[in-house]
Antibody
Framework: QVQLVQSGAEVKKPGSSVKVSCKASGGTFSSYTISWVRQAPGQGLEWMGR????????DYAQKFQGRVTITADKSTSTAYMELSSLRSEDTAVYYCARVKEDQLLVWGQGTLVTVSS | SYELTQPPSVSVSPGQTATITCSGD??????AYWYQQKPGQAPLLVTYKDSERPSGIPERFSGSSSGTTVTLTISGVQAEDEADYYCQSADSSGTYTIFGGGTKLTVL
């Protein structure tokens, strides 16, 4: 049974960066594609990007190009999402999800990132 | 940029049928997926590849596709089905994932 466990909540200052981790267990991490999705308070789901772990290939939503970096460490079965130049509008719950044939099949529990001065 | 359009809200009485639509120009080329999200929880996949249902999802959840519109149908709605529902697909290139704006299902 594949499980994704994310790092804990973060409080960040505007202009800083945040790095959220997503540790996988119960499967073959190197065969995964991991997507990152965020949800601002009271708002909908927003896809940020993905990494094809085996090939180390990333794709990013145009909105986040230049501000987001998704990486994966095969040795620890952990994916990371780093978002820079944070602003108040980036306050959201950030989810990682394992992608299988375009479906987001298994989700992490979510990480709340609060951006506040 | 490419968008998927859903109605903001749908209301239905218990036992009746709820239909939630999702429209997008690339839907004839790309599969659609539906997720249920309850407050404070991560989304849960309820249908995939337009009309398939994952194991463990009740049979009352079904999906269909026609042209540029996909539809999630919940037959015999129960109180526990009250949630936000999101469609998801990809752009025409298949590279970028996109979500609809979400539909709040209210069980009266």
């Amino acid at each position: 049974q594949v499980q994704l466990v994310q790092s804990g909540a973060e409080v960040k200052k505007p202009g800083s960066s945040v790095k959220v981790s997503c540790k996988a267990s119960g499967g073959t991490f190197s065969s995964y594609t991991i997507s990152w999705v965020r949800q601002a308070p009271g708002q909908g789901l927003e896809w940020m990007g993905r990494i094809i772990v085996l090939l180390d290939i990333t794709d990013y939503a145009q909105k986040f190009q230049g501000r987001v970096t998704i990486t994966a460490d095969k040795s620890t079965s952990t994916a990371y999402m780093e978002l820079s130049s944070l602003r108040s509008e980036d306050t959201a719950v950030y989810y990682c999800a394992r992608v299988k044939e375009d479906q987001l099949l298994v989700w992490g529990q979510g990480t709340l990132v609060t951006v506040s001065s | 940029s490419y968008e998927l359009t859903q109605p903001p809200s749908v209301s239905v009485s218990p036992g009746q049928t709820a239909t939630i639509t999702c429209s997008g120009d690339a839907l004839p080329k790309q599969y659609a997926y539906w997720y249920q999200q309850k407050p404070g929880q991560a989304p849960l996949l309820v249908t995939y590849k337009d009309s398939e249902r994952p194991s463990g999802i009740p049979e009352r959840f079904s999906g269909s596709s026609s042209g540029t519109t996909v539809t999630l149908t919940i037959s015999g709605v129960q109180a526990e089905d009250e949630a936000d529902y999101y469609c998801q697909s990809a752009d025409s290139s298949g590279t970028y994932t996109i979500f609809g704006g979400g539909t709040k299902l209210t069980v009266l």
